[in-house]
């Protein structure tokens, strides 16, 4: 009898604890805005999933609406307490003006997926005679031929106004190169930055971009395409 009651209540735990298991997905900060971006040109941005539920989380699919964009994977699951940095790769293509992307993640957390959002404004060129700043150059290419190699890019950023501006970066390349800028754009002034690839991706291929908000009255957004080519 004892032993019956004892089984019944192992049992019990054991049923108890596989239906409080349940993964659970979480993607902090799930919606970005690349503000004035190029046409033609591929923006990016990262962003952290972390499983906070108490099963492995897995990755069913990333459906983002259109082969223009993708999310690809490192892995596929996400262990409990866990986190996974995925890149969002958006390319603009020749889209004008307003343009958006709305991914959907699935999980093994249920059907509804999980949605982000980006937007964007697509311009054929990112400053105008009346835009607070001038970028020179608007991209940022790096290349490598045979034994040439750019590894490293110098740019201006001019304020354009009477006032100093603070910049603000919003999103930037996490591995294979690095970007200063300056914190304040001095008024009426070149303010001088540059790009440079890391050196164990020299002989990489890649395209990425960096964000950043200015502290206008308009609050305005940039993301610069940084791209490196082997030839």
Not at 53 to 69: N, P
Not at 110 to 130: E, F, M, R, V, W
Request: net charge positive.
């Amino acid at each position: 009898m004892r032993r019956t009651i004892l089984l019944t209540l192992v049992l019990a735990v054991v049923l108890c604890g596989n239906t409080l298991s349940q993964p659970a997905l979480e993607i902090p900060n799930n919606q970005f805005e690349f503000g004035l971006v190029l046409q033609k040109s591929t923006a990016t941005h990262y962003f952290w999933f972390k499983s906070i539920g108490t099963d492995t989380l897995r990755i069913l699919k990333i459906k983002t609406g259109c082969s223009c964009a993708t999310m690809p994977l490192k892995q596929d699951w996400i262990a409990p307490g866990d986190s996974l940095l995925v890149g969002m790769f958006w390319d603009t293509q020749r889209r004008s003006g307003k343009i958006g992307r709305y991914p959907k993640v699935f999980t093994n957390a249920g059907p509804d997926p999980y949605q982000i959002t980006l937007t964007g404004n697509a311009q054929t060129i990112l400053c105008g005679k009346s835009s607070p700043i001038s970028i020179i150059p608007f991209k940022w290419e790096l290349s490598r031929v045979h034994e040439r190699s750019i590894d490293s890019v110098a740019f201006v950023l001019h304020n354009n106004r009477e006032n100093d501006l603070a910049l603000e970066v919003l999103s930037f390349p996490v591995n294979e190169c690095e970007v200063f800028l300056p914190d304040t754009l001095k008024a009426q002034s070149d303010n001088y930055g540059y790009v440079k690839v890391r050196s164990e991706y020299s002989d990489s291929e890649f395209v990425r971009s960096i964000t950043f908000r200015l502290n206008d009255k308009d609050k305005t957004i940039y993301t610069i395409p940084i791209r490196r080519k082997v030839y």
